[in-house]
């Protein structure tokens, strides 16, 4: 979601849906913005304000998918299969609800992040995007 306008749109599907977790990362995401003095990658009012862009979007263009029942059983299963994985759930909960909400609708999960979902293949169907340049992120000093 946070990255969408700048991938090729050939990537994405014609129809869109985002996940109530999502939608809660991205209400997080204005309030985690590291001070300048702390980081050197982006000017964190600048940050602050494109974070606050993309989360506004978000909630005017989509009805996000609920976080259901049905959501918290296929997490378990998804629990079950990060641990096989030899992965360790509890620093990935937010993926892991997303992917049950993908799980428990039957829909693919696009994301520039595949390796997030390392493991659940076998659950779901991962679509690798691919991760663009962000022009407003600062090259990492050396």
Same mark, same amino acid.
């Given at each position: ?26 209400? @997080? ?42 959501? @918290?059983? @296929? ?68």
């Amino acid at each position: 979601m946070i990255l969408r306008r700048w991938i090729d749109p050939a990537e994405l599907p014609d129809e869109m849906a985002i996940s109530a977790i999502t939608l809660a990362e991205l209400s @997080a995401g204005p309030y985690q913005i590291r001070c300048n003095d702390e980081q050197d990658r982006y000017d964190e009012h600048a940050e602050r304000a494109r974070r606050l862009e993309v989360l506004q979007r978000a909630e005017s263009e989509f009805d996000p998918v609920p976080f259901s029942a049905e959501a @918290a059983r @296929a997490f378990g299963r998804v629990t079950a299969a990060v641990i096989a994985a030899g992965r360790q759930p509890k620093r990935r909960t937010a993926d892991m609800m997303i992917a049950a909400t993908a799980v428990a609708e039957h829909l693919p999960l696009f994301t520039t992040n595949p390796d997030n979902f390392t493991g659940l293949g076998g659950l779901m169907h991962i679509i690798a995007v691919t991760r663009p340049t962000v022009p407003h992120e600062r090259p990492a000093i050396q």
